[in-house]
């Protein structure tokens, strides 16, 4: 850089005095800077980054790269162009420095190609060359100052190519960070939305996809169209009951609505038999859903404690109905809950069978999978239990009290959703 | 107050007991020997619940029994026998030649009244106390 400082100084006053206004001005960034002549726009473009970067980090001392790259726009094509658009707007404290600083680009360019081929930079280069090489043509002490010249030209050519290499190494970090960035959230993103990316993964460790269950990539496909669908029913239901539409017709979707949440119990079925453990885990629902996880799903009684309150008015004879049907579920559930607790006994003593430490478990483990085939019933028999539930629930409520519980649940999943989706990108604090 | 009916453990069932399960102690678990006493303990026992040894399901079934105030009779399956009560069972069903009842299988009143399916569907209906009480298996 000070090879080049000294080229500059070489052209004669008119650049010393540009380069002390820029001093005076680039001290406010604490950035040594130095303007070169026209055919130099390319070095200007990499400096212009350089100075945005360090200025960016002093204004900014707690952001990290990944904040740097949010501003920047930096794409090859985005270099050829005008350097006042390296920053967005969202940083207008950095976009009055940038502004000048590019207005200064601006001032010195002559075509403001970046893939200027070398050949043309040396056609200018030597247009120079020519121009301080006239003053010294035909005299004899133009051998020395031949040799000056020489030696600044291949100067010159080495500052261009190192600057040129410098500039090409950027613009790869650059993409690649940005594009680590997307990928980044896409992959956040996906597993906010429970995709299976590979059996020993649990969601909170990032890593490579193994091998995919095909079971489950049909049930995470499935569901994803199940939700779809769900949430089309829900606006359906809402805009059915404030049309007060006939019964007849409220009834049709009613029975949709319930053949919907069988199909469910279904698909989670199949999946069961495909991979319980992954079932189990709930990676198919989303992080607030995960929370009330009761083998494999919703409990029936803590549903019913939402829908009751929605469903008024109720007879007295619904209400009691309602009552010893939550009654019900819960002694179903408690049963089912002590018979999941048996089996985690049964398992720990058949994994930890023998002598632990002796290195060898062949015998135990071969015990234990046949032990895990009850986890499957589990599932089962709790989906069982929803799906007997919802039923009484439908025979206990009118028509329309049934349309509004199936729409009062839709909509309770939604939020649940959506309070997934809120925590997903909540702002993260700094570190 | 209705208690289930006491069947002494024979020898040699050598299985430890669960730890832990002090519910367990509480109803009488046995081996069945000779075909004949599965026909018996059928009719005996107001409800009775067959199961294989550590199923947990037939535990679902029991606890949730025992929460309705019945006191059911367990009468577990082993291995080695397995064959011979579901032969037993097979007949007193009716002759349905398909291996006998999936376990675990609970009889009401002498007669199959089903698996954990069923007891649970017809609880939440709110079939199951009357049909309990109906054969004396609850007094309320």
């Keep these: 850089m000070w090879g080049l400082l000294g080229f500059v100084h070489s052209r004669g006053v008119f650049n010393c005095i540009l380069l002390q206004n820029l001093f005076d001005y680039v001290e406010e960034l604490a950035l040594v800077t130095y303007v070169v002549s026209d055919l130099s726009f390319v070095s200007s473009r990499i400096f212009t980054l350089h100075l945005f970067r360090t200025a960016f980090y002093k204004c900014n001392p707690n952001h990290s790269d990944n904040d740097l790259s949010d501003y920047l726009t930096i794409s090859p094509e985005s270099m050829n162009t005008s350097s006042t658009q390296y920053v967005t707007t969202r940083t207008m404290g950095m976009y009055e420095p940038i502004h000048h600083i590019g207005m200064w680009g601006e001032n010195f360019k002559t075509n403001g190609c970046l893939t200027t081929s070398p050949s043309t930079i040396l056609e200018d280069d030597t247009k120079l060359d020519n ?82 269950n095909s079971g489950i990539a049909t049930f995470e496909m499935e569901y994803g169209h199940w939700v779809d669908e769900q949430n089309r029913q829900v606006c359906e239901l809402r805009t059915a009951l404030h049309a007060h539409i006939t019964d007849v017709d409220l009834r049709i979707l009613v029975d949709n609505g319930m053949t919907h949440y069988f199909d469910l119990f279904r698909m989670k079925a199949s999946a069961a038999k495909a991979d319980v453990f992954y079932l189990m885990s709930g990676m198919w629902r989303t992080s607030a859903e995960r929370f009330f996880l009761w083998i494999g799903g919703f409990r029936p009684s803590e549903l019913l404690k939402v829908l009751v309150t929605q469903l008024d008015p109720l007879t007295d004879q619904q209400l009691l109905d309602v009552c010893n049907l939550k009654q019900s579920c819960q002694q179903a559930e408690d049963a089912l809950s002590q018979g999941m607790d048996r089996l985690q006994q049964i398992l720990t003593e058949t994994i930890a069978g023998g ?39 439908s025979r206990i409520l009118t028509i329309r009290q049934a349309a509004r519980g199936l729409l009062a649940l839709g909509e309770y999943f939604q939020r649940l959703r959506a309070l997934s989706s809120l925590w997903a990108t909540r702002p993260c604090k700094p570190a | 107050m209705p208690h289930g009916t006491i069947f002494p453990a024979t020898v040699g069932r050598g299985r430890p007991s669960s730890i832990g399960g002090e519910a367990e102690t509480a109803e009488e678990a046995v081996r069945g020997g000779d075909g004949g006493s599965v026909r018996s303990k059928v009719s005996e026992n107001a409800v009775i619940v067959f199961g294989k040894h550590g199923c947990c399901m037939c535990h679902v079934v029991k606890r949730l029994l025992l929460v309705l105030g019945v006191n059911p009779a367990v009468f577990e399956v082993n291995d080695d026998d397995e064959a011979e009560v ?50 004396g298996a609850l007094w309320l």
């Design chain 1, 131 to 212: 121009q301080s090489e006239d003053t010294s043509h035909g005299t004899p002490e133009s051998k020395p100052v031949d040799k000056i010249q020489r030696r600044l030209v291949q100067n010159r050519e080495a500052a261009r190519k190192s600057r040129l290499r410098k500039k090409a190494y950027i613009q790869q970090l650059e993409t690649s960070r940005l594009k680590l960035i997307q990928i980044e959230s896409e992959l956040e993103r996906a597993r906010q939305q429970g995709v299976y990316v590979g059996g020993g993964l649990d969601g909170s460790s990032l890593g490579f996809p193994g091998a995919v």
């Design chain 1, 355 to 393: 002598q632990l430490g002796e290195g060898s478990y062949i015998s135990q483990m071969s015990n234990a999978i046949e032990k895990l085939d009850a986890l499957v019933s589990f599932v089962n028999q709790a989906d069982h239990l929803r799906q007997e539930t919802l039923q009484q629930m």
């Design chain 2, 86 to 135: 579901f032969a037993e069972l097979s007949a007193i069903v009716g002759g349905i030649d398909d291996g006998g009842p999936q376990l675990p299988a609970v009889f009401v009143g002498g007669k199959l009244f089903g698996g954990l399916d069923r007891v649970m569907s017809t609880h939440i209906t709110g079939e199951l106390v009357p049909i309990l009480k109906k054969a």
